[in-house]
Every structure is written in structure tokens, then in C-alpha cells.
């Protein structure tokens, strides 16, 4: 079965330093999505892609982030200055309609 | 902001119970979604339910949409170890792939 895939599962970082994280979505899925999820709590919404460009982002996604499709089959999401509340579990997930697949997440350690 | 209201927080039942999570907001959705999250992996999507007072079926799992596409339900029957871990209830305003609002989770336990 078709998968998300994302690595690395797990970064440190220390306070300030750049982190990329990387997602190979599913191959004929068209949206692209980043969450991320803090230690207990809800999952939250950071970005959409489509058609190479942010359809949508939260209020999370400030200037420090940002997203991109360098070629065919990788999205990655960069945290320019990484800060201690950066610290998550960030997700990627791509769809076909009315179906959101997840991969198994990047856990993010800032020091 | 969109707020997805789960209840309960934290549920511990024995095998061949049944149970009830309710997943309850003020905005109203054009789809709803509800997932199982098992520790260190991602959300696996388990149903979309996007007609007010939809029911749908996923053997013993059982979704209801509410009437008003604000509320929604999942009810296990019979509820056996291998159903534990955290369900997750998200919303979606809007058209195809809009973002998903989570709920805050319900994590169930089943025991022997």
C-alpha cells in the first residue's frame, strides 16, 4: 500500500539552528500538507500546498517557516531560526479526496 | 478558530464492553474525519462522513454525522484490546483539502 514517508523520525537541534524535514508524499496525490503536534497536545494545522505554491497556513506558520517541492516527488519544510517551542512531532500528509494520509512523523527535539 | 470538543478525555473499558466518543463543536463542517493514532505514529484515517445525520459502518465501529454537521459520534461495540489507542475526531471547513481542525482526542483503553 501506497505510504507517506518522512525522515529523518527523529532531529535535535539546538536553539537557532535550521532544520529541514523532509516528506515523499504519495506519487498521484496532488495536496501536500505539514502539521505538527506538541507532547499532549491536539494536532494542529500548519501548512497547505498545491500546484507549487501555499494554498492555506495557520497562524503558526510565520516567516521562520517555509515549504517547498524541489522536484517531483519531495516536500520539505524548513524552520529558519529554530526556537525551544518548535519542539514537536511534525507531520506530513498528502490527499485524494476526502482522504488525508499521514506519514510517521518527524520528531523535532530543540535545545 | 474552529474548536472540536472531545469527550471523553480518557476512557478504560473491559473486552466486550461497548462505548461512545462524541466529537462537539459550535462551527458547522462540510466533512467530518475520525482517526486512530497509535504513540509515534501518524493519524490513520478510519471514516469521512460528510452528510448531516450520516451513519457509516466500519464492522464494529460505528460513525454518525450529526443533523447539523456540527457534532459527530463513533460507537464501538464490543470493544476488544486491539481497539486501544487514541481517536481523533477533524473537522473541514470548506472545499476538497481545506485544513483539517483536530479535536483534542480521546484515548481508550481496552483491558482483558
Known amino acids: 500500500e501506497p505510504e507517506v514517508t518522512q525522515t529523518p523520525s527523529h532531529q535535535v537541534t539546538q536553539m537557532g539552528q535550521e532544520v529541514i524535514l523532509r516528506c515523499v508524499p504519495i506519487s498521484n496525490h496532488l495536496y501536500f500538507y505539514w502539521y505538527r503536534q506538541i507532547l499532549g497536545q491536539k494536532v494542529e494545522f500548519l501548512v497547505s500546498?498545491?500546484?507549487?505554491?501555499?494554498?492555506?497556513k495557520s497562524e503558526i506558520f510565520d516567516d521562520q517557516f517555509s515549504v517547498e517541492r524541489p522536484d517531483g516527488s519531495n516536500f520539505t519544510l524548513k524552520i529558519r531560526s529554530t526556537k525551544l517551542e518548535d519542539s514537536a512531532m511534525y507531520f506530513c500528509?498528502?490527499?485524494?479526496?476526502?482522504?488525508?494520509?499521514f506519514g510517521s512523523g518527524t520528531q523535532l527535539s530543540v535545545l | 478558530t474552529q474548536l472540536l470538543e472531545q469527550s471523553p478525555q480518557f476512557l478504560s473499558i473491559q473486552e466486550g464492553e461497548n462505548l461512545t466518543v462524541y466529537c462537539n463543536s459550535s462551527?458547522?463542517?462540510?466533512?467530518l474525519q475520525w482517526y486512530r493514532q497509535e504513540p509515534g505514529e501518524g493519524p490513520v484515517l478510519l471514516v469521512t462522513?460528510?452528510?448531516?445525520?450520516e451513519v457509516k459502518k466500519l464492522k464494529r465501529l460505528t460513525f454518525q454525522f450529526g443533523d447539523a454537521r456540527k457534532d459527530s459520534s463513533l460507537h464501538i461495540t464490543a470493544a476488544q484490546p486491539g481497539d486501544t489507542g487514541l481517536y481523533l475526531c477533524?473537522?473541514?471547513?470548506?472545499?476538497?483539502?481545506?485544513?483539517?481542525?483536530f479535536g483534542t482526542g480521546t484515548r481508550l483503553q481496552v483491558t482483558l
Open positions: 477533524a473537522g473541514e471547513i470548506g472545499g476538497t483539502a481545506s485544513k483539517l481542525t
Open positions: 462522513v460528510v452528510t448531516g445525520g
Open positions: 462551527s458547522v463542517f462540510s466533512s
Open positions: 500546498f498545491y500546484n507549487n505554491e501555499i494554498s492555506e
Open positions: 500528509a498528502s490527499s485524494e479526496p476526502g482522504k488525508l494520509f
